[in-house]
């Protein structure tokens, strides 16, 4: 009975860790299957900011020598800055969005780093407690043998058990096992 309750918790604090996951993954897994199509964008978007600064500095004269209207430079340079100051912005956006995103990812690898060493830490207390649970299984047939028999017999039970458990936490849990 000892051992399906401790099931059940185990059960019940797996699908706890699960839901608590989840909930990190969830917003994460939209962004990560949108992060395609973002990078496809930003890859036309940085083409077709080179071909356009291209073009501009192209109609730039560069020559020496060359002569040209004022105003026509004047707006083509105007447009290329326009231009210079909307990538940097992009740039920003992006590279908050990267940092937020990274710093997701790091709470995220944490998480489920602890998640794990839980796990880890619990399958070793089952383990422990499966094999307290048998010994006190023998101990209680022991017990029932000892109280047949007479009572020098029992002194020796508990004196033969006490040497195999050394232990204190052993002698704790098991009072009644302290022989004088």
């Known amino acids: 009975m000892r051992y399906a309750i401790a099931e059940k918790r185990m059960k019940v604090e797996r699908l706890k860790q699960k839901v608590k996951f989840l909930q990190i993954v969830s917003p994460q897994i939209e962004l990560l299957n949108e992060w395609e199509k973002l990078e496809k964008k930003n890859c036309e978007a940085v083409g077709r900011v080179t ?5 501009y500095s192209t109609k730039l004269p560069l020559v020496d020598g ?3 209207d004022t105003v026509p430079v004047y707006n083509a340079m105007k447009v290329a ?5 909307n990538i940097e912005e992009t740039i920003i956006n992006l590279q908050l969005q990267a940092e937020s995103a990274s710093e997701m990812l790091r709470e995220l690898t944490q ?3 602890q998640n794990m060493e839980c796990l880890q830490e619990l399958d070793k207390e089952i383990s422990t407690v499966m094999s307290l649970e048998a010994y006190e299984k023998s101990l209680v ?6 109280t047949k028999e007479p009572e020098e017999d029992q002194k020796n039970c508990k004196q033969h058990l006490m040497k195999f458990f050394k232990n204190k ?4 849990m098991f009072p009644m096992l ?3």
């Open 141 to 146: 047939v022991h017990i029932l043998q000892a």
């Open 169 to 172: 936490e052993t002698t704790l």
């Open 178 to 180: 302290n022989v004088s």
């Open 81 to 85: 800055l326009e231009l210079t100051e």
């Open 66 to 68: 060359a002569m040209a």
């Open 51 to 55: 071909r356009k600064l291209s073009a």
């Open 111 to 113: 998480t489920v780093k």
